[in-house]
């Protein structure tokens, strides 16, 4: 199993520039988590999908969207990128609210 | 969410034991009390959780306090690919959170060979 992957790995955008993140789990987990960190600091939650179809707000939801594609992929949308949005995005998922959470490896990524 | 103090930084020798702390005094009766860690370039990584009791897994020891005002991770023989960021999370098991994690600073561990 690849667990949870990321695309992509690293990626620098413009001002203004759009570009989606994507997120794929290959454990049949029900819940998926959108977090981001910035430098020497914890990780913050973006957005998260307790269930297929559903989504909810985290602590630091805007300027992103998210969307449940289906169970296995979760997308995390830029529309229009700055610079305060620069950092590593992390996605994570979980069989549900009691279980350890997986992440994946980490999209990269700076805004200039 | 109730809120975690743990070190900044801690230092260890390889193959001896590390005791991480962590005070979680406003603790409340639902709240598991989670350990992850977070190696150099890498996702963070799940280590263990408990409520009450004393656990333990193949990567580590949880001590809990009888009050549940602290708690400490206990690494039996630490490696150099244990040196990582540890965070002790808070977890409610109940409420609209959904299992959110809330990520503080963490402790750096560092290992000497």
């Known amino acids: 199993n690849a667990g949870v992957t990321q695309t992509p790995k690293f990626q620098v955008l413009k001002t203004g520039q759009s570009m989606t993140l994507q997120c794929a789990q290959d454990?049949?987990?029900?819940?998926m988590y959108w977090y981001r960190q910035d430098p020497g600091m914890g990780l913050r939650l973006i957005y998260y999908?307790?269930?297929?179809?559903?989504?909810d707000k985290g602590e630091v939801p805007n300027g992103y969207n998210v969307s449940r594609l289906n169970k296995r992929e979760f997308s995390l949308r830029l529309e229009s990128a700055a610079p305060s949005q620069t950092s590593v995005y992390f996605c994570a998922s979980t069989w549900g609210r009691y279980y350890e959470q997986y992440f994946g490896p980490g999209t990269r990524l700076t805004v200039t | 969410d109730a809120k975690t103090t743990q070190p900044n930084s801690m230092e260890s020798n390889e193959e001896e034991p590390v005791h991480l702390p962590c005070n979680h005094s406003t603790i409340s009766g639902t709240d598991y009390i989670h350990w992850y860690r977070q190696l150099p370039s890498q996702g963070p990584e799940y280590v263990i959780h408990?409520?009450?009791s004393n656990v333990n897994n193949r990567m580590a020891s949880l001590a809990i306090a009888e009050d549940r005002k602290s708690s400490t991770l206990i690494l039996h023989r630490a490696t150099l690919r244990d040196a990582a960021v540890y965070y002790c999370?808070?977890?409610?098991?109940?409420?609209?959170?959904?299992?959110?994690?809330?990520f503080g600073q963490g402790t750096i561990l560092t290992v000497h060979p």
């Open positions: 999370i808070l977890r409610n098991a109940g409420g609209t959170s959904y299992g959110k994690l809330t």
């Open positions: 999908s307790a269930s297929e179809g559903t989504t």
């Open positions: 454990m049949n987990h029900n819940s």
């Open positions: 408990g409520l009450t």
